[in-house]
């Protein structure tokens, strides 16, 4: 939608993320980002941490599924979405107003870590063929895919594996 805020935040969890389902059945996980700029005190001659921000953050449906069974407390993330506005009263009566935000995308950051990535069956179809059958799963069909050191690769037009990348 124009005119929504869209950010990026690298961050850590603070914990686990908390999965939960609505009354209707539709599932939900919320968390929180911790960033923490480093500012550089000149007299001290040192890198020093910042004033550390706290985000709020959600993400629905099959994706809360991801997210919930995929990072837990401690993990570094990059995140981007949308930033929401929400206004409540708390306990005591008081007006309040929240910033969340509502993540489009996140994944481990892998400046200080690495990760291995497994592709989710799909539950919404998209990962099916016109008969039902879902489709194999072969790292060849995929675009970001090592080529598994058979010739196919290269009899499709990639680099053998002493050249460089192709892209």
């Known amino acids: 939608m124009a005119g929504e805020t869209i950010v990026t935040v690298v961050g850590n969890l603070t914990a686990d993320p908390e999965l939960r389902y609505t009354q209707n ?27 550390a921000l706290f985000l709020r953050a959600s993400v629905w449906r099959e994706f ?21 506005q929400r206004s409540y009263q708390d306990r005591e009566g008081q007006n309040r ?5 509502e993540v489009d995308e996140i994944g ?3 400046r200080y870590a690495t990760a291995q990535v497994t592709r989710a069956a799909s539950g919404g179809g998209s990962g099916q063929t016109g008969g039902g ?4 799963q072969v790292a060849a069909d995929e675009p970001w895919a090592t080529p598994t050191g058979d010739d196919s690769w290269e009899a499709a037009g990639g680099a053998s594996h002493g050249d460089d990348t192709p892209f």
């Open 25 to 51: 059945g539709l599932p939900v996980t919320n968390f929180t980002i911790a960033s923490t700029p480093k500012v550089f005190d000149r007299q001290a001659n040192e890198w020093k941490d910042g004033e």
């Open 64 to 84: 809360a599924e991801h997210v919930a069974g995929s990072l837990t407390k401690g993990a570094r993330v990059v995140a981007t979405g949308r930033l929401k």
């Open 97 to 101: 107003t929240s910033i969340e935000l």
């Open 108 to 110: 481990p950051s892998l």
């Open 133 to 136: 059958q879902s489709r194999p």
